[in-house]
């Protein structure tokens, strides 16, 4: 059985693969998953060229299921996620693209806790569409469609959780890439009394100002922006608004990790866990021994990230694409949150976000990569985990090696024929010299293993 769903949601070119015969077909299945008849639908899209049709096609066959859908029309996804755990929905699906290029989209499923649809449920609405066992009801039964705002509650939920602003001279450039959020987080951080300039913040499925990915290259304006405005802080936030990315006062970009590592320590009380991926830098471990808290340490991903969140009850969870999950109000990651989050600690701390990230220690961390065929993937990581065999290891997500004085950890990715390498030491030195080490163990093992 072929396989629809990759590793968030279902995504592919907007009618090449994203055929309003498609989408209707799989909202079918889902629909039929959840139960039909009389099942409460949440749906809300981003501002892509292809989501409103993406959307009709999905509500089509929802209805066909027998659901009653409420269409939230544009909202971010933690929008969604929040109204289908906190209000009387079963499911919801949001039709979006999240960072990838614009001309392709994509569609989530969350059940009725507002957590992502993986693993076995995807099996699950894969064996419906495939095996053609959509239930069509009657033409007495078919759903109905009604209009519903999942903004609001949204607001209401970012605004409850913010700390006002009483220093009127700070100020914000906040660019959230022409997407979902762009009228959203603005809005709220003026009733929280800040100070907001915007750019890219009408939304747009062309893009035009910057693609959508919270990276640094994309974020060059942004940062030219702050250092010309003298502003004190940048926000950046990708297409479907549950990742931020932060520009510190001297327009420093700031790692996700560095990101989660200032969140855990404010959130962090004795006793308390957070979850992280096996990537994650060693900032996080410092962060938890000085808290007296724990990592707990998952597979790249955020569904892996999510689940054990879950199992462990945990405050806070976090990835170093800029996705934040705030766990006892949200539990999804949440772009808005994020930024509410990281200018309440400046307000309580009256301080600036470069002072915060310099009583931080400095790692280093470096990332390449090694073209390696896919059948190759699984020996080649016994392979490693074998020359490594001396040393401590982790081995949940790859092979990552503890070194006294640094990490590498040498990981097959998911969805490409590569194994990435990504290094950490608190020197840059040591940082290259295990990058070095790292490329010349794969590249021997690949050679030794074509051979
Ligand atoms: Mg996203």
Redesign the pocket.
């Known amino acids: 059985m072929a396989k629809l769903f990759g590793t ?1 949601g279902i995504r592919g070119l907007a009618n090449e693969f994203l055929t309003p015969e498609f989408c209707s077909k799989i909202a079918g299945a889902f629909g039929t998953y959840i139960g039909g008849r009389g099942k409460k639908v949440l749906i809300a899209m981003d501002p892509r060229t292809s989501s409103e049709m993406v959307k009709n096609s999905a509500i089509s066959g929802l209805l066909s299921a027998g659901c009653d859908v409420y269409d939230s029309g544009i909202a971010p ?1 933690p929008a969604v996620q929040y109204s289908v755990r906190n209000l009387d929905f079963d499911a919801g699906i949001m039709i ?1 693209g ?2 990838i290029p614009p001309e392709r989209n994509g569609l989530k499923f969350f059940v009725s806790d507002g957590t992502e649809v993986y693993g076995p449920l995807e099996e699950e609405i894969e064996k419906i569409f495939f095996g053609d066992k959509i239930k069509r009801v009657a033409w007495t039964e078919i759903g109905m469609v009604h209009q519903f705002d999942c903004v609001m509650p949204y607001k209401k939920m970012l605004l409850d959780a913010g700390i006002k602003n009483e220093n009127k001279n700070f100020k914000i450039i906040l660019d959230p890439g022409h997407g979902a959020q762009c009228s959203i987080v603005s809005f709220v951080l003026r009733e929280l009394g800040y100070d907001v300039l915007t750019i890219n913040a009408q939304p747009d499925g062309f893009f035009p100002g910057r693609h ?1 990915e919270p990276d640094q290259k994309n974020l060059k304006n942004l940062i030219e922006i702050i250092k010309i405005m003298g502003a004190d802080i940048g926000i950046g936030i ?6 931020t990315i932060f520009v510190d006062d001297c327009g420093n970009f700031i790692m996700g990790d560095i990101t989660g590592s200032i969140l855990t320590d404010d959130l962090m009380k004795e006793g308390d866990s957070v979850v992280t991926p096996v990537s994650t830098s060693s900032l996080i471990d410092w962060v938890c021994d000085k808290n007296k808290g724990k990592v707990i340490k998952t597979k790249v991903g955020a569904a892996d990230v999510v689940a054990e969140l879950l199992k462990n009850d945990s405050v806070f969870a976090f990835e170093e694409n800029g ?1 934040n999950i705030f766990a006892k109000i949200n539990l999804c ?1 949440d ?1 808005g949150l994020t930024a509410v989050y990281m200018l309440n600690i400046l307000a309580k701390r009256k301080k600036k976000l470069s002072e915060i990230v310099s009583e931080f220690p400095k790692y280093h961390q470096l990332k390449d990569k090694i073209n390696c065929p896919d059948e190759l993937k699984q020996k080649l990581t016994a392979k490693v985990k074998e020359i490594y065999c001396n040393e401590e290891v982790i081995d949940i997500d790859g092979i990552k090696i503890l070194f006294s004085d640094g990490w590498m950890l040498l990981r097959p990715s998911g969805t490409e024929p590569i194994f990435r390498i990504f290094v950490e030491s608190q020197t840059e030195e040591r940082a290259k010299k295990l990058m070095e080490q790292g490329l010349k163990t794969v590249n021997e093992a690949v050679l030794k293993l074509k051979n």
């Open positions: 968030t996804t979006t999240s960072h959508s990708d297409g479907d608004g549950d990742r996705g990651r772009g």
